[in-house]
């Protein structure tokens, strides 16, 4: 299946791991992702001001450019969201809708549908089609999967799994042969761009995260987000440097588990750019050759 | 602290309301959004706090307090608010009046080169966009 | 016979032009001296940028003062310049990466996408698009796609995020030709050529001719050699 694909900023540069990975293992699963031939920015926040015309203006040229096809996937939780809410904005508010899409020059009525990998994998593949194309089962990793607030809340919005009992990235994590860790916290803000203003504040959120995850066992994280990422990564300093979590776990892209169970090239992984290196726990599965797939 | 219905009917009242599509006077004070907000050790109004400020019209402490700053817009005193309340589009009209009138909140030029090199796309943008504003 | 003249304003003033005359030369016709806002004439050196409206109409229109011809009822002012931020930086130092562009430009992650900079560029340069690219480091995009701009500062003037787009730009055209574009490995070889004396002969030649004989050697000279 080919589905058009928007990385959004971050994909791009910073977390090239996240991309680089995702294409590489919906490629080994026959999924194309058709990257927009033009895009920009989409904001990264949804502006929640009820007047707000211009915080909708980069969302929407982005969501019309994506009519024509009626569906756009997305990896990165935060432009999952603010797509998803922006279209529900031009979708039912008609004064809006008209405002915008008037100053942007485009007809667009809120058509495209907004998907997330993980909902594709779940309801396109379907899990057990997934775990028949893993090589490379993850055999005694214990995964703690973390959900972040922006794929599932609001809630009525995002429709993505139950928001406070999710169990997508479970069933995932279960699906690559991972042993999946269950923590508080999951579904709890992990700081966000209040890393921007307040760091101090956003480690604190960050580190109660990471070290819930290593109490319950956990030797490894999974996210869709780069800033969870960021954050959940980078508040495993050293304590003298700001960091405040006492564990050290690695905290790794959903995609990058995919890629190494679908037993793609590890050059797609761009493990380097972590600050909690995976390399040492995921080792064995890195180093061996990927066995021929199952016919 | 005077209690008037005068106050609540002042400008700024009413912005919040327009701006946050929200009616404050639904809150019955359960405490529920404050107890989840992660966010709330480094602030100095409780969220149920401030919508109890703004119910009763008292906004000047609400628009110079710092709670509205370190807010994620999480969601999570959304999603457990047993009136449908939302405060964090309370707290998001709150810096919308704020950086409508000019208010920056994360000074761009001081920043240290290690955030702008280090922290990802979307931290920035985020953070320009809730706390800088256009 | 009496010239068709147009009627132009100019600081709300109305000044009557012969008709087809570009704005610098009408200014220059109503009596103005120019200092400032004008500079090649030519259309390539971005100092005479200039905004302008039309009577009954509400949409804001541009041009270059030195190649837009008056229309009547012009409405203009000329935007010689406007204030901007330029970062310090040495570029031998800098890598060809998004890290680069934000952190001496921070600003160029506030861009809403409302598209006036690129409605406002007399070069009708995509500046919307490479301020993107610039976001997420494709800094051979960013110049590519600036190639055209002049530097004229409308960008700027129009921007709610108050980002300087031609300073973003030109930084990626310099982080470009440094960094990313091959070397020019001909200008080399022609350099070491003429470090070597390959031309000191025909210079020494020159220098000692006489002039009649530098005339003649200039009336003389192949323009287009029909073998290299």
Redesign the interface.
């Given at each position: 299946m080919r589905v058009p694909y928007f990385p959004?900023?971050?994909l791009h540069?910073?977390?090239a791991g996240f991309d680089a990975s995702a294409r590489a293992a919906a490629l080994a699963l026959d999924i194309h992702l058709d990257e927009l031939p033009y895009w920009t920015?989409c904001?990264?926040?949804f502006?929640?001001?009820?007047?707000?015309a211009?915080?909708l203006v980069a969302p929407t040229r982005i969501l019309a450019s994506a009519k024509d096809a009626g569906k756009l996937l997305t990896l990165?939780s935060?432009c999952y969201n603010t797509l998803k809410r922006t279209n529900k904005v031009i979708a039912t508010d008609a004064e809006r809708r008209r405002k915008v899409t008037t100053f942007i020059e485009e007809d667009y009525q809120g058509t495209v549908k907004i998907v997330h990998l993980l909902e594709i994998l779940r309801d396109d593949l379907g899990f057990d089609a997934l775990a028949r194309k893993v090589v490379t089962p993850l055999k005694g990793l214990k995964v703690a999967p973390y959900y972040g607030?922006l794929l599932l809340?609001?809630?009525d919005e995002m429709g993505f799994d139950d928001?406070?009992r999710p169990t997508i990235l479970e069933k995932f994590l279960a699906s690559l042969g991972c042993e999946v860790v269950e923590f508080p916290h999951r579904t709890?803000?992990c700081?966000?761009?209040?890393?921007?203003?307040?760091?101090?504040?956003?480690r604190?959120?960050s580190g109660?995260i990471v070290d819930a995850a290593a109490v319950a066992g956990a030797e490894v994280m999974v996210v869709s987000?780069?800033?969870c990422?960021?954050n959940l990564d980078?508040a495993q300093h050293d304590p003298a440097n700001g960091g405040r979590a006492k564990a050290k776990v690695p905290v790794l892209y959903f995609s990058q588990l995919l890629a190494i169970a679908l037993g793609c090239e590890p050059s797609c992984l761009h493990f380097e750019s972590h600050a909690v290196d995976p390399r040492p726990r995921l080792s064995a599965w890195l180093e061996a050759p990927a066995p021929a797939p199952a016919a | 602290m005077i209690l008037s219905q005068l106050k609540t009917e002042q400008d700024v009242i009413v912005a919040i309301k327009?701006?946050?599509?929200e009616d404050v006077r639904a809150c019955y004070q359960c405490g529920k959004c404050t107890a989840g907000c992660?966010?709330s050790?480094?602030m100095d109004l409780m969220p149920n706090q401030i919508l109890r400020l703004i119910q009763l019209g008292e906004y000047e402490q609400v628009l110079q307090c710092r709670t509205i700053?370190?807010?994620?817009?999480?969601?999570?005193c959304?999603?457990r608010c047993p009136k449908s309340v939302?405060p964090?589009?309370v707290m998001?009209?709150l810096r919308?009046i704020l950086m409508r009138r000019g208010a920056v909140?994360?000074d761009?030029p001081t920043?240290p080169?290690q955030?702008?090199?280090?922290?990802?796309?979307?931290?920035?943008?985020?953070?320009?966009?809730?706390?800088?504003g256009? | 016979m009496a010239a068709e003249t147009v009627q132009f304003y100019l600081m709300g003033k109305p000044h009557a032009v012969p008709k087809g005359l570009t704005i610098q030369k009408a200014m220059e016709y109503a009596g103005f001296r120019q200092l400032r806002g004008c500079g090649c004439r030519g259309g390539f050196c971005g100092a005479c940028g200039t905004v302008y409206r039309t009577a009954g109409d509400y949409k804001l229109k541009v041009g270059l003062a030195c190649q837009t011809v008056v229309e009547d009822q012009m409405y203009l002012a000329l935007i010689p310049f406007f204030p901007a931020v330029k970062a310090n930086y040495s570029i031998e130092d800098l890598p060809p990466t998004?890290?680069t562009i934000?952190?001496l430009y921070?600003?160029v992650?506030?861009c809403?996408g409302c598209n006036s900079c690129r409605k406002v560029c007399p070069q009708e340069i995509e500046v919307m698009r490479y301020i993107a690219a610039a976001?997420?480091g494709d800094i051979a995009r960013v110049a590519n796609l600036s190639f055209d701009c002049l530097m004229c500062g409308l960008c700027a003037s129009r921007c709610?995020?108050e980002i300087v787009q031609y300073n973003v730009a030109i930084l990626a055209r310099r982080l470009y030709s440094r960094h990313i574009a091959k070397p020019a490995v001909h200008l080399a070889a022609r350099v070491e050529e003429i470090e070597r004396g390959g031309c000191d002969a025909d210079l020494a030649s020159m220098m000692a001719a006489t002039d009649a004989d530098l005339k003649r050697m200039y009336a003389a000279r192949v323009i287009e050699p029909e073998e290299l």
């Open positions: 959004g900023c971050t540069s910073k977390a920015c904001g990264a926040t502006s929640m001001a009820a007047d707000s211009m915080g990165c935060f607030c809340r609001p809630a928001p406070e709890e803000c700081g966000s761009f209040v890393v921007v203003g307040a760091p101090d504040t956003a604190e959120c109660r987000c780069p800033l990422q960021y980078r | 327009e701006i946050s599509g992660p966010l050790g480094a700053w370190h807010c994620a817009s999480c969601l999570t959304a999603s939302d964090a589009r998001e009209a919308t909140h994360v761009i920043l080169t955030v702008l090199t280090e922290a990802p796309q979307q931290a920035l943008i985020g953070g320009f966009r809730k706390f800088v256009y | 998004a890290e934000i952190s921070p600003e992650l506030r809403v976001q997420r709610p995020a």
